[in-house]
C-alpha cells in the first residue's frame, strides 16, 4: 500500500486503507440486516462509482433480497456538476417495493435527490440511502440518510470504486487529493 500516488496529472495521498473501509461496510450490513429483517428489499446499485462498495456489501447481507443496478449523472474533474441526467437501466417494476440505493458518496446530496424523485414518481413502498462515505460540510439538502459508512471532511477522493476522470476506481484503498 503506497502513502502517494499519482492518478493523471494529480498526486493523492493514503486516506483511508481497505482494513477501516471493510469495517465500515459490515457495521452497514449489520445494521441494513436488522432494519429488514423479514422483508425482500430491491438494492439499486449507482453505477459506476458503487460498484466497488456494493460487491463487498453484498457478501455481508444475509436477506433474501434482489440487486439491480442503475446508472445516473457522471461526474468530471473535481467539482460536482450540478446537471444530473436522468435514471437509467431499472427494467424491473418497483411499485410497491422497499428499495436500498445503494451509493459509493454523498456530497451535495443533489444526485442522490434526483435519484429519490424519480424513484417517488414509480410508486415505490420505500426508499433507503445506504452510501459508504458522505460529506455532511458539502450537503445541501433536507432528507435523511439512513446508513452511512463513513462521515468524510469536504475533499476530492479517488479509489475504491470512485474515479478522477474515470481513472484511478480499481485501487483497493481510498486516497485524497494532495493540494
Ligand atoms: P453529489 O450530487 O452528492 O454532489 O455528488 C455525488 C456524486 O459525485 C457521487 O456519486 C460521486 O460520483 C461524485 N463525487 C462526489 N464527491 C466525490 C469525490 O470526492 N471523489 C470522486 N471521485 N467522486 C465524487
Ligand atoms: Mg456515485
Given at each position: 500500500m503506497k502513502n502517494i500516488i499519482k492518478v493523471r496529472d494529480k498526486e493523492f495521498s493514503l486516506f483511508i486503507s481497505f482494513e477501516e473501509i471493510d469495517t465500515a461496510i459490515t457495521k452497514v450490513a449489520n445494521e441494513i440486516n436488522n432494519d429488514l429483517k423479514g422483508q425482500t428489499p430491491l438494492f439499486l446499485v449507482i453505477l459506476n462509482g458503487a460498484f466497488m462498495f456494493a460487491a463487498d456489501?453484498?457478501?455481508?447481507?444475509?436477506?433474501?433480497?434482489?440487486i439491480s443496478f442503475v446508472k445516473l449523472a457522471s461526474y468530471t474533474g473535481t467539482q460536482t456538476s450540478s446537471i444530473v441526467k436522468e435514471?437509467?437501466?431499472l427494467s424491473e417494476d418497483i411499485k410497491g417495493r422497499t428499495i436500498i440505493i445503494v451509493e459509493d458518496i454523498v456530497d451535495t446530496g443533489i444526485t442522490m435527490e434526483s435519484m429519490i424523485k424519480q424513484l417517488?414518481?414509480?410508486?415505490v413502498k420505500e426508499i433507503r440511502i445506504a452510501t459508504l462515505l458522505f460529506k455532511p460540510d458539502a450537503f445541501i439538502k433536507k432528507y435523511n440518510i439512513d446508513y452511512v459508512g463513513m462521515k468524510i471532511p469536504n475533499d476530492f477522493i479517488v479509489g475504491y470504486g470512485l474515479d478522477y476522470n474515470g481513472h484511478g476506481r480499481n485501487l483497493k484503498d481510498i486516497y485524497k487529493i494532495i493540494e
Amino acid at each position: 500500500m503506497k502513502n502517494i500516488i499519482k492518478v493523471r496529472d494529480k498526486e493523492f495521498s493514503l486516506f483511508i486503507s481497505f482494513e477501516e473501509i471493510d469495517t465500515a461496510i459490515t457495521k452497514v450490513a449489520n445494521e441494513i440486516n436488522n432494519d429488514l429483517k423479514g422483508q425482500t428489499p430491491l438494492f439499486l446499485v449507482i453505477l459506476n462509482g458503487a460498484f466497488m462498495f456494493a460487491a463487498d456489501l453484498f457478501k455481508k447481507i444475509d436477506l433474501d433480497c434482489e440487486i439491480s443496478f442503475v446508472k445516473l449523472a457522471s461526474y468530471t474533474g473535481t467539482q460536482t456538476s450540478s446537471i444530473v441526467k436522468e435514471l437509467l437501466g431499472l427494467s424491473e417494476d418497483i411499485k410497491g417495493r422497499t428499495i436500498i440505493i445503494v451509493e459509493d458518496i454523498v456530497d451535495t446530496g443533489i444526485t442522490m435527490e434526483s435519484m429519490i424523485k424519480q424513484l417517488k414518481e414509480k410508486e415505490v413502498k420505500e426508499i433507503r440511502i445506504a452510501t459508504l462515505l458522505f460529506k455532511p460540510d458539502a450537503f445541501i439538502k433536507k432528507y435523511n440518510i439512513d446508513y452511512v459508512g463513513m462521515k468524510i471532511p469536504n475533499d476530492f477522493i479517488v479509489g475504491y470504486g470512485l474515479d478522477y476522470n474515470g481513472h484511478g476506481r480499481n485501487l483497493k484503498d481510498i486516497y485524497k487529493i494532495i493540494e
